[in-house]
Every structure is written in structure tokens, then in C-alpha cells.
T-cell receptor
Framework: RKEVEQDPGPFNVPEGATVAFNCTYSNSASQSFFWYRQDCRKEPKLLMSVYSSGNEDGRFTAQLNRASQYISLLIRDSKLSDSATYLCVAYGGSQGNLIFGKGTKLSVKP | EPEVTQTPSHQVTQMGQEVILRCVPISNHLYFYWYRQILGQKVEFLVSFYNNEISEKSEIFDDQFSVERPDGSNFTLKIRSTKLEDSAMYFC?????????????FGSGTQLSVL
């Protein structure tokens, strides 16, 4: 069974804090990985893809460790607007079949 | 930015009734998908559709479910005889190409409540 596991949180952090999320995936054949953001009762929105070499987009940094089968997301200088649920997602190559984690809830407080 | 649109945003139905959820994918996209999310649970893949046929489906997508692209713009999900456990948010999505290379765009969802 293909699974993506995440710490559900919630992570409650003050504005300006750095916060890190991890997730693990069970299917070693997974080819691509993503972080999505989901606001309450809204659709998931792609935050960033995750590459083996690691990638950065502004305050967000994603890392992939294939040997350990885990993925991380680092958010620096967190903003109130970063409050959301962050979904770790693996794509195993089967057409359209993204495997979603349950998500980690982040709450940024003033 | 182009978007996937879904209608209705909320659908309430009685158990055993048929429902059709409607989606208009982004116009130049070739791959279409349905996902669902039961309240408090993971987003789950239901089905993918390409070149007018199902390319993959999950074990959730049983004989009660069907998809159709009745014209050049709409993509529908039909549930023949709804059950209480079908209550969920249903997301339509589309991509320009295969997900190996392309981004997935989600619609804002249809909240289905089966009473």
C-alpha cells in the first residue's frame, strides 16, 4: 500500500519563526514529490515541487532524501498568511494518481 | 490565471439518489481527474481521464461511479446511487500533460452531502 505520512500538528508558531515539516513515503518507486497548501475547506494549491538537489522559493525550501524516503519543507520568517494545512504529495507514475499525506496544520500567531 | 470551475459548490441529496458533479477543466488541458476528501481525511484519487477514456481508477471508483466528457468543455462525475459514505468534497483537476512533467490544477470543489 502506497502511503505518505505526516505529523498532523498543529504547529503553533509566532510570526517570524522558522518552522519545518517532514513527511515520509512508502513507495520507493515514487518519481516526483510536491508540497501543496490547503486552506480550510478549499482546494489544494501547489506550493512547490521537490527535487533531489533541494529547491528554494523565497521563504520556502524543500528537500528530498531518497535514501531515507523523506521530504521536508522549511518556512522561514513565517507570516500570518502562512496559516494553512501543508500537504505532502508523492507521484508514483500511475497516471493522475497523486498520493496525498493527511497534512500538517500550521497556525502562525501575531 | 486560467482555472478549473466546478458546479455546484454544494449538493445535498438523499441516499440512493443519483448525482452528477460538473467540471470545466482548463481549455488547453488534456488530462482530467477527480479526487475526493472526506472531512478531516486525506485527499484521495478517484479517476483519471485522457483521450476520452479512463486511464486509471482507484478502488474507491467502483461501479457506482462513472465519468464522462459529454462535449468539448465539460467533465462530469456521476454517482448512480449515493451512500452516506459518499459525503465528501469532490475536487476536479486537470493538467496540460502527464503529471511526470506538468502541474495539476484543482477546482474549488463540490461539497456533497448525502442524507
Amino acid at each position: 500500500r502506497k502511503e505518505v505520512e505526516q505529523d498532523p500538528g498543529p504547529f503553533n508558531v509566532p510570526e517570524g519563526a522558522t518552522v519545518a515539516f517532514n513527511c515520509t513515503y512508502s513507495n520507493s518507486a515514487s518519481q516526483s514529490f510536491f508540497w501543496y497548501r490547503q486552506d480550510c475547506r478549499k482546494e489544494p494549491k501547489l506550493l512547490m515541487s521537490v527535487y533531489s538537489s533541494g529547491n528554494e522559493d523565497g521563504r520556502f525550501t524543500a528537500q528530498l532524501n531518497r535514501a531515507s524516503q523523506y521530504i521536508s519543507l522549511l518556512i522561514r520568517d513565517s507570516k500570518l498568511s502562512d496559516s494553512a494545512t501543508y500537504l505532502c504529495v508523492a507521484y508514483g507514475g500511475s497516471q493522475g494518481n497523486l498520493i496525498f499525506g493527511k497534512g500538517t496544520k500550521l497556525s502562525v500567531k501575531p | 490565471e486560467p482555472e478549473v470551475t466546478q458546479t455546484p459548490s454544494h449538493q445535498v441529496t438523499q441516499m440512493g439518489q443519483e448525482v452528477i458533479l460538473r467540471c470545466v477543466p482548463i481549455s488547453n488541458h488534456l488530462y482530467f481527474y477527480w479526487y475526493r476528501q472526506i472531512l478531516g481525511q486525506k485527499v484521495e484519487f478517484l479517476v483519471s481521464f485522457y483521450n476520452n477514456e479512463i486511464s486509471e481508477k482507484s478502488e474507491i471508483f467502483d461501479d457506482q461511479f462513472s465519468v464522462e466528457r459529454p462535449d468539448g468543455s465539460n467533465f462530469t462525475l456521476k454517482i448512480r446511487s449515493t451512500k452516506l459514505e459518499d459525503s465528501a468534497m469532490y475536487f476536479c483537476a486537470s493538467s496540460e500533460g502527464s503529471l511526470t512533467n506538468e502541474k495539476l490544477f484543482f477546482g474549488s470543489g463540490t461539497q456533497l452531502s448525502v442524507l
